[in-house]
């Protein structure tokens, strides 16, 4: 399975992106899916995840400015991305569970200027 994301880019706080993931394989057919964060010299965390149902789950800190959404009939998973601050700067990777097996996509750089 690939999976490329697109949609990162230079904002100014207060700003807005979107990142989109698109699957190579149905992702109706994935577990979840979900978007991660890593930012220089922090460990990746998870920033938000939708489940197969549409159960969604997001990292305290993005609660209220993110969405994540999934079009299974595009195979993509965007990431609408609201009131943005500096400290979401980092470089932001898709993340699918296929049958118990993840995926990881090759990340895509959101940095965010105070």
């Known amino acids: 399975v690939q999976l490329q994301a697109s949609g990162g880019g230079l904002v100014q706080a207060g700003g807005s992106l979107r990142l989109s993931c698109a699957a190579s394989r149905s992702t109706s057919g994935a577990k979840a899916i979900g978007w991660y964060r890593q930012a220089p010299g922090k460990q990746r965390e998870l920033v938000a995840s939708?489940?197969?149902?549409?159960?969604?789950n997001y990292a305290d800190s993005v609660k209220g400015r993110f969405t994540i959404s999934r079009d299974n009939a595009k195979n993509t998973v965007d990431l609408q991305m609201n009131s943005l601050k500096p400290e979401d700067t980092a470089v932001y990777y898709c993340n699918a569970d296929y049958d118990y097996y993840e995926y990881w996509g090759q990340g895509t750089l959101v940095t965010v200027s105070s």
């Open positions: 939708i489940g197969t149902g549409g159960s969604t």
